[in-house]
């Protein structure tokens, strides 16, 4: 089931108490549509992103940021472009699809606030975070959109990476003439000491 479900909330709970963070990984490729994609690349390139949407959507729309409001969400191996589909995406279907919720069950928007306006919030109350590599070609664009607060270096490291492609990695990514100083520091340490609360 999604990770918005009552089931999950106890764990949530915990972790608000604790004052914690929680990473969620898009790496479950089943049941998405391509149990037959063949080859194997397109369905760990896509399987990422998809997954972490849908684990994103049950979290902010099943009003968990609203309910735990100390927990702090790393959303991670699944690059920086997905973030702006599911914002662009919940947005657009969530002003077309009233939800009926007698029970308050769902998130609360402010007044005049959209699910963009909902996730940029969150973002700068330091509750979503988003892992990039460092080669992403989305990331100064997301950068532009929603600021350099979500994003977070995140290496894998050592499933399919090793010393020298984390190397390259960080190389890259302080060697981009699209982000800032500011950016890359951000990306690099600051957001993560946010992450996990060691600032």
């Not at 009003?63 to 702006?84: H, K, T």
Request: aromatic content about 12%; proline content about 5%; glycine content about 12%.
């Amino acid at each position: 089931s999604h990770l918005g479900d009552e089931r999950y909330w106890p764990i949530y709970e915990e972790a608000d108490r604790l004052g914690c963070a929680i990473g969620i990984h898009g790496g479950a490729h089943g049941g998405l549509g391509m149990d037959g994609l063949t080859p194997y690349a397109p369905v760990h390139a896509l399987g990422h992103p998809f997954g972490i949407m849908v684990s994103f959507a049950g979290i902010v729309f099943n009003g968990v940021l609203d309910r735990y409001p100390r927990v702090r969400f790393g959303f991670v191996e699944a690059g920086a472009g997905w973030l702006l589909t599911a914002m662009e995406r919940f947005t657009g279907s969530w002003a077309s699809h009233v939800q009926y919720d007698p029970r308050g069950r769902f998130l609360q928007l402010r007044p005049n606030e959209s699910i963009a306006d909902y996730i940029l919030r969150h973002i700068d109350e330091d509750r979503i975070y988003v892992g990039v590599e460092g080669d992403e070609y989305t990331l100064p664009s997301a950068i532009r959109l929603v600021g350099n607060k979500p994003f977070v270096y995140s290496s894998d490291f050592p499933h399919e990476v090793n010393n020298e492609t984390c190397a390259e990695n960080i190389r890259e990514l302080q060697g981009s003439t699209e982000l800032s100083v500011d950016d890359k520091q951000a990306i690099l340490y600051r957001n993560g000491e946010r992450l996990y609360g060691f600032a």
